[in-house]
């Protein structure tokens, strides 16, 4: 039974002496909990469903007389055509790719290098701008000259996104100095400071922000994967079951799938390598049992196992907002309301911090982040108020739907465990269809109208060239910084075909 648990589900349950009567003022039961999320996974067609909860006791702050930490994963289940030998067999370790969760991960790295140089006497705040922390890096008549670092962390810089380009991936050995010299060209929309627009090229150039910082401090280059492994994986106890997506062995994480025509199909791992080398944006991968750990340390303000890993001052400033988000209708950002049995229940996302969104919900203000890293979904909030952290992932399929099904999970199991009447939320929405077009009624295009050279001043050349009955593409950058990092961390050598020459 015990390897039969280790297969289907990890399931972890700490508490200290006294818990079970608080588990009992928060939920009926552990079966109670269990239920709500296996109906979660089951009715939205997900395969794997990974989940962490952590709520601590801090100077009797709390309604809570002790810590409860409860993490667990759902599946896999096989769905649809997919045979039991496909399900990627689950253990303590298997871990979800978390997206742009990954971003409050550097927000406090940066922060905690930060206070490690001026510890030395050094003058570097988040208010030091990026030439000054960058100096060879050519800013000259670039967008990011008058760009700070507190800028970059919460996505104020007013540049454009073009989030199209940024999923395709970048050319072989591309460096995070050639991603910000990319990112230096692109246009601006707003006026640097004046508007929330989210950016994940830009946010990037807080890697090597923070490589450069390291560097400063430990007198050596080392690559943001390692920093973060150095100063937080390693001393949480975390490194066995956290890692990089662009890196990790392919039976380490959770199998993805994609949804065609009603029916999931497996994603090719190969994928993952395209986030290389904008980890720093999101290509962290993390099991539940790790994100509970992570949790922990988060609420508790840097400090884990009586070790002050991180200042207090480093983690509550990456919580504080930044930057107003814009509402923008029915799915945006902004304000909703949700009808519980006490009546109409506020929940509104009102600002940016450092690599957080802000909001409240029932009056306790929240920090949160949703990661998308292609077919993988995840959701973490916190409540640092009254130390509670929620975090919900999927191997896919990704889907708006299931985007809003994980966030009433967040606020129903936030309200089970403050005590509050169970709100309506619905956690089963039809799952998303899309249509495979058949074959032979694809839209016929005349190749050789499309053949030719093209150029962009972010993105760089690119030769489109017709051969017999395919298309051929091959780009580079137009403005490069000679590019260093060839291997990955663990000495092995990266590989990825994205923006080199493809034929389709």
């Not at 109409?344 to 949703?370: E, K, M, N």
Request: with cysteine; hydrophobic share 40%; charged share 15%.
């Amino acid at each position: 039974m015990r390897n039969l648990a280790l297969i289907y589900g990890l399931f972890l349950l700490i508490w200290t002496d006294g818990c079970l009567s608080v588990l009992a003022r928060l939920l009926t039961s552990t079966a109670e909990l269990d239920d709500l999320l296996d109906r979660a996974q089951r009715c939205n067609n997900i395969p794997a469903l990974g989940f962490a909860v952590t709520a601590l006791n801090q100077d009797g702050k709390t309604a809570f007389s002790k810590d409860l930490i409860y993490a667990r994963t759902y599946g896999p289940k096989p769905v649809g055509p997919v045979p039991p030998s496909a399900a990627t067999p689950m253990s303590n370790r298997t871990m979800y790719c978390v997206g742009s969760i990954t971003k409050h991960v550097t927000a406090i790295l940066v922060l905690h290098l930060l206070e490690l140089l001026q510890s030395r006497g050094h003058n570097y705040t988040v208010k030091s701008l990026l030439p000054d922390i960058l100096p060879s890096l050519d800013f000259a008549g670039s967008t990011l000259r008058d760009v700070t670092i507190e800028d970059i962390l919460s996505h104020r810089t007013g540049l454009a996104e073009y989030f199209g380009p940024f999923l395709v991936g970048n050319p072989l050995n591309t460096s995070r100095a050639d991603l910000a010299d990319m990112a230096a060209h692109l246009p601006r929309v707003h006026r640097n400071r004046e508007a929330y627009l989210y950016n994940n090229l830009v946010f990037n150039v807080a890697g090597l922000v923070a490589e450069t910082l390291g560097e400063k401090f430990i007198n050596a280059t080392v690559p943001w994967e390692m920093l973060v492994k150095e100063f937080f994986l390693r001393p949480l106890g975390i490194s066995a079951s956290a890692g990089f997506a662009d890196y990790l062995e392919v039976n380490r994480v959770a199998r993805p799938f994609m949804s065609v025509n009603g029916k999931h199909r497996p994603v090719d791992h190969k994928i993952m390598q395209l986030i290389t080398p904008a980890g720093a944006a999101g290509s962290l991968c993390l099991s539940p049992e790790a994100m509970a750990v992570w949790m922990q340390f988060v609420l508790n303000r840097g400090r884990f196992a009586g070790v002050q890993v991180v200042s207090v001052k480093a983690v509550e400033e990456s919580w504080q907002p930044r930057i107003l988000q814009v509402v923008q209708g029915n799915g945006g950002r902004g304000a909703d309301a949700m009808r519980g049995t006490e009546g109409l229940i506020s929940s509104v996302r009102r600002a940016y911090a450092l690599g957080w969104g802000t909001g409240t919900y029932r009056g306790f203000d929240y920090v949160g982040h949703g990661g998308g890293f292609y077919s993988y979904l995840s959701l973490l909030t916190v409540f640092p108020e009254v130390n509670i952290s929620i975090f919900t992932s999927t191997s896919g399929p990704a889907t708006a739907n299931l985007k809003s099904v994980m966030r009433r999970i967040h606020l129903n199991i936030f309200d089970r465990l403050m005590g509050y009447r169970s709100t309506h939320h619905k956690f089963c929405e039809p799952p998303a269809v899309l249509v495979e077009t058949p074959r032979g009624a694809e839209r016929q295009l005349n190749q050789e109208e499309y053949t030719g050279n093209y150029s962009h001043p972010t993105f760089g050349n690119l030769t489109v060239s017709s051969k017999k009955d395919s298309t051929e593409f091959s780009g580079g950058f137009l403005v490069r910084t000679p590019s260093t990092r060839t291997e990955t961390p663990t000495g092995q050598s990266s590989s990825s075909c994205a923006g080199i020459t493809c034929g389709t």
